[in-house]
C-alpha cells in the first residue's frame, strides 16, 4: 500500500500590509488543506514585497524574532488544521542579527525547525545583502 501525501505550495501577490498578506496566507493555507494538503508551503518572506534587492535600513523595522507574533498565527493554523507548514521569517535575532529563516510548523502547532539563511550570493546583475 502506498503512502501519498499532498503537498500544497502557496503563492500570491503581497501588498505593503503584512497584516493583509498573514491573512490572505491563512486564507490560502486553509484552501490548501481543504484540498487534502498536509504540507503546506509558502513562498519566501511572504509577508511583504520582497526587498532583498536592495539595501534599505527601514526594512529591519518588519524584523521579528522566532518564535513571534507570525510563527504563532501559523502555529494557531497549523494546529487547527492538523498540517504541517514550511514558511519564510524575516528574523531579528538579536541586535543586528538578521535571517530570512525558514520555519518548520508541525501538525500539533509546535516549532519543530529553523533554518537560517546566512548568505545570499551575489551574482552577476543581481545584488542581495
Known amino acids: 500500500m502506498k503512502n501519498i501525501i499532498k503537498v ?12 493583509k498578506n498573514l491573512s490572505t496566507t491563512c486564507n490560502s493555507i486553509r484552501l490548501a488543506a481543504a484540498q487534502g494538503a498536509r504540507i503546506i508551503v509558502l513562498q519566501e518572506l511572504h509577508l511583504t514585497p ?6 534599505n535600513p527601514d526594512n529591519f523595522d ?23 507548514i514550511v514558511g519564510s521569517i524575516f528574523e531579528k535575532r538579536g541586535k543586528g542579527i538578521y535571517h530570512n529563516t525558514a520555519v518548520v510548523i508541525d ?17 552577476p546583475g ?3 545583502k
Open 8 to 19: 500544497g505550495l502557496v503563492q500570491q501577490k503581497v501588498t505593503k500590509d503584512p497584516s
Open 50 to 55: 520582497y526587498f532583498c534587492q536592495t539595501q
Open 62 to 84: 518588519l524584523a521579528e524574532p522566532v518564535p513571534g507574533p507570525v510563527t504563532e498565527t501559523l502555529s494557531d493554523v497549523a494546529k487547527e488544521l492538523k498540517v504541517i
Open 107 to 123: 501538525q500539533e502547532g509546535k516549532l519543530a525547525g529553523k533554518y537560517r539563511k546566512m548568505h545570499i550570493p551575489d551574482d
Open 126 to 128: 543581481y545584488y542581495e
